[in-house]
Structures are given as C-alpha cells and as structure tokens.
C-alpha cells in the first residue's frame, strides 16, 4: 500500500497527489511514468512522474478527474492509500548537453514539462517555457514553473491571462527575435504537439514529444500503446514515451485515443429507471 502524503487542487480539475513510493524514487526521472491500481478491482493507469524526492521517498502525480479511476483517486484523501503504484517505468528524458532548449506545455502537459525544465534548469541550461491554457481559471504550477527556468511564457486563448494566442505564436516569435534553441520539448495535447512539430520543422530544430496512448499494462506485452514512428511500430511504454517529433505520425496517434469514447462516457452513465 502507498500512502498519500498531499493532495491539493491545482484548479477546478487538476488535482497534485504527492505519494508515498521510496523503491519508486531510487531510480525515476523526469519524463518516466508510474501505473496506478486504486484496489483489486480497478484498472491500471499510467500517469506521469511530475516530480519526486529521494529523501523523504515520495513522487508527485498531477492528473484531471477525466475518467472512472481518475475520478476515484480524486475522492482519496491525504492519509488514505492506493494499492499499487509501479514504475518508474518508461526511458527517462535524455536531457545531457544542451545549452539553449524551449519547453512548450499544454495545460496538464505543464505537469511533465515542469521536471524536466527543472533538471535542465539546474545543470546550467537556458530555459524558455511556454505554457498555453485556454483560460485564466486553469493556470497551475506557475510559481513552480517560473522558479525553474530563465524566462516563463504564459499564453491563453481568450486571452484572460498572460499572452493571448497559441503556445505555437509565442514559439515563433522568440525564434524569430533570434533565438537559436538546441532543441524544442513539446508535452501536451496531440495536437499542439504536432503544431509545435511543423513549427519547428520550418526552422530546422530538433523537437522531442511526449506520447501518450491507450496503455494497459506498461511492459510492452499488451501492444495497446503501439505508435507509429517513422514507419515503423514502436510502443510508448517501453520505447518511449519521448520520440521524435518528425517521425510521429500524430493524425494516426488521435485515431487511436479516441477508439473507445464511447465506453468512456457510458462509464459514467446511470440508467434513470434505477432507484437509487
């Protein structure tokens, strides 16, 4: 069992669970992931390492109540325990020799781009973060953020805070005021990532994203995580879940994310002719 040591809400969605899992600490890093299991009955869901300490052995999870099992971690309280909580599992980011890198997060993405601008930050490398919302009411993180990195960028598309506009329009107007980053790390929804990717395409910079697909059971035996990289299969559990950006076949990829809409949404349904 992995005691809940925090848990705050980051906004009228998002919540930050701060767990107990030291054998998990021993070995994370930014960009890998765990899978959580509530109790015997519930399924298995990945969520990615937002953060995490070695000395008190604790790893920080940030996730939307969006389904079933989200849903009822949401409901867990600080004290209360969660049966299982595997990892690190996946290839932690390969952060090592960059000079000048920009970081775009997209709403819950900031989750994952804040570690590892954090690590990258801390080693003496310049960080742009770019982090778009769609409105003021979602912003999260942002002190976190701003703390761990050289310059944050806040965009929003009503414009209610920050720059308004998309993370892609902040992207292109520090290249074209002559940045000259090594690399650009894209994490957020598939499409943003793929218009990060054709926005970095048209100036020749390496892009890396952060995939991630319908996944069981994260040890690459189930194939349900299967993306196609440059033609070729890959599995995000156990290849990734960094790639990339050039090689992704993003249209494919939200395909595959919404093949079972529809048994999402009846999770929650209630037939009317029950008394409750």
Not at 7 to 16: E, F, G, Q
Not at 176 to 189: C, F, M, N, R, T
């Amino acid at each position: 069992m992995h005691e809940i040591l925090e848990k705050r809400l980051l906004n009228a969605n998002t919540l930050l669970m701060r767990v107990h899992a030291p054998l998990v600490t021993k070995r994370c890093e930014p960009g890998q992931f765990i899978i959580f299991r509530i109790d015997e009955q519930g399924e298995r869901v990945p969520l990615t390492i937002a953060d995490f300490d070695r000395a008190n052995g604790s790893v920080t999870i940030i996730f939307q109540a969006v389904g079933a099992s989200t849903n009822a971690l949401s409901k867990l309280n600080q004290g209360d325990s969660i049966l299982d909580f595997t990892g690190p599992l996946g290839n932690a980011s390969k952060l090592e020799g960059h000079q000048n890198v920009a970081i775009i997060g997209g709403g819950v993405g900031c989750a994952i781009a804040y570690p590892q601008a954090k690590k990258l930050y801390s080693s003496g490398c310049k960080v742009d973060l770019i982090a778009g919302f769609r409105n003021k009411d979602i912003v999260m993180l942002e002190d976190e953020m701003r703390q761990n990195c050289t310059r944050l960028f806040i965009t929003t598309d009503d414009g209610s805070y920050g720059e308004k506009g998309l993370v892609t329009d902040k992207l292109k107007a520090l290249i074209e005021s002559g940045e000259k980053y090594d690399e650009i790390i894209a994490i957020g929804p598939v499409i943003m990532m793929k218009f990060v990717t054709l926005t970095a395409k048209v100036y020749g910079i390496p892009v890396t994203v952060s995939l991630k697909p319908i996944m069981i059971d994260g040890t690459g035996m189930c194939g349900g995580c299967r993306v196609s990289i440059g033609g070729e299969v890959k599995f995000a559990c156990v290849d990734g879940p960094e790639f990339d950006g050039y090689q992704v076949d993003f249209d494919e990829l939200m395909r595959r994310n919404t093949a079972y809409k529809t048994q999402e949404a009846e999770t929650f349904h209630k037939c009317r002719l029950i008394k409750e």
